[in-house]
Structure formats: structure tokens, C-alpha cells
């Protein structure tokens, strides 16, 4: 089966949790989502799914259903703890990232008298200093990808380190509708980690706002299994929302 690039985003999201054990998923975003489910449905079962408000639950449904099968309560209190012990791994979006990796979600222009408002920190500094945290940006283009983000809510490591936040910073990837990117470049940079199959490299230096860093060797990000495919077509998003956020072109 062939997959689409939605399909390719879902599994180079689910593979963000190889070896995760026992901690908190928590996406934002319909691709994240359905990746963290088809993690938990094939190689990360002990992964811990909640509805965003108290509960952790059980059961895996599909992305527009709700949760039927509460397994625990996770009040607040318990929702920090896991977010200072580092137990959690938190799919951003952002409304740019620049080449530090520095993530804004708070506003565009002036932060004291913006030309656009956003949707504020949303606790972003303290996942980025705090757990694993990635990126999920479904439009991949200089408009996300600025040299230098207006406002900064997350942290990138170099800004981490400089204010002596870095002991815990573990931003790992970036996960885009053309790529998987990462902060292995040099003063840790944004790099190149792999293109989407049928993505040209042109395409993805065009749609990014800052020099990236392009390794010698620069291969396809995997394709799902058939296995994966089934699952996500038949159980986890039978109804394509994935086809809404990521649109072919």
C-alpha cells in the first residue's frame, strides 16, 4: 500500500516514543494524535493516554471519538509532578520556529502591541525545560521557519543553557508536513533529519526562513508498515481527518 504524507507524518510521529516506556503522551494536532495512538496500538503500549482534563484512560480510540475506558485519575497536582520528573513528551505546534529552535505561540509582531495575537505561552517554556518535547508544523514554510521568532515561549537549548535551563531541556524533533528536522546542527541548529518520500530537498530549503543544516547524506523518512497503515486507515482515523491538516501537493 501506498502511503500518503499524512500517513508518513503519523509514523515518524508514533516513532518520537520508540522506547518511551511508561510516561505521558500528549499531542496537539490530529497527526500527533493519531501518531501517539498507533504508538501505543504497536510498539509503545505502556504509554499513557489522557483526555487533557483529569483522567488517564485505557482504551485507544479512533481521533474523533471520545475516550471510553478511564484507567486512572490525573488531577493536576499529578499532572505537574509527571512534568517536573520529566515522565511526559509533549507535541507542540508553533506558529514559528527559528534556527535556536526557539518556538513562539504567544503573538506576531511587537509582543507588547502585536499585529496578530496567539494563542499565549500555554506552558511552553516549562515542557521545553522541563521533558521531551517535539514539533508538529502542518504547513511547512518561511512564515513557520523565521530566523528569529517575535516572541519566544519555548526554549531552545542554546537559550537554555544560556540562562541555566538546560540540565533537562530534551527538544527532539521537528515533524513537518515535507520533513523530519532536529537541533543537531552546528550551535545546535536546526538540521535536516529526513524528506518526506517525494519531497525534493529545494522544495524544503525554500519553505525554510533561515540556512539549514543539510548533512551529506539526507534519507526518506520511512514509510508505515502495512500493519501501521491498516491500523491507521481502518481503526484510528477511518473518517481522513489526517488528509484535512496535511494536504498533498
Not at 481521533?63 to 520529566?86: H, K, S, T, W
Not at 496578530?116 to 511547512?140: D, E, I, K, P
Request: proline content about 7%; some cysteine; hydrophobic content about 45%.
Amino acid at each position: 500500500m501506498t502511503a500518503t504524507r499524512a500517513e508518513v507524518a503519523i509514523a515518524a510521529c508514533s516513532d518520537l516514543f520508540r522506547g518511551a516506556g511508561t510516561i505521558l503522551a500528549s499531542p496537539v494536532g490530529i497527526v500527533p494524535t493519531v501518531g501517539v495512538r498507533l504508538a501505543r496500538l504497536t510498539h509503545a503500549p505502556g504509554l499513557l493516554l489522557s483526555d487533557g482534563e483529569a483522567t488517564l484512560y485505557a482504551d485507544t480510540p479512533a481521533v474523533d471519538e471520545p475516550f471510553r475506558e478511564p484507567e486512572a485519575p490525573l488531577p493536576y497536582a499529578q499532572l505537574f509532578e509527571l512534568i517536573a520528573r520529566g515522565r511526559r513528551h509533549v507535541i507542540m505546534g508553533a506558529a514559528q520556529l527559528d534556527r535556536h529552535g526557539d518556538q513562539n505561540l504567544s503573538a506576531i509582531g511587537d509582543r507588547d502591541r502585536p499585529t496578530r495575537q496567539l494563542l499565549g505561552a500555554r506552558a511552553a517554556a516549562t515542557n521545553t525545560v522541563n521533558h521531551a518535547t517535539s514539533y508538529w508544523v502542518a504547513r511547512h514554510s518561511p512564515r513557520v521557519f523565521v530566523d528569529r521568532v517575535d516572541v519566544v515561549t519555548g526554549v531552545g537549548p542554546a537559550r537554555a543553557r544560556t540562562a541555566g535551563a538546560h540540565r533537562f531541556h530534551d527538544v527532539r524533533r521537528i515533524v513537518t508536513d515535507l520533513a523530519v528536522l532536529d537541533l543537531t546542527g552546528p550551535g545546535d541548529t536546526v538540521a535536516l533529519v529526513s524528506l518526506h518520500p517525494g519531497v525534493t530537498l529545494d522544495r524544503v530549503v525554500a519553505a525554510t526562513g533561515f540556512p539549514l543544516h543539510i548533512p551529506a547524506v539526507v534519507p526518506e523518512t520511512r514509510q508505515p508498515t502495512a500493519e501501521e497503515l491498516r491500523l491507521v486507515r481502518e481503526r484510528l482515523d477511518p473518517r481522513g481527518l489526517r488528509d484535512r491538516e496535511v494536504i498533498a501537493s
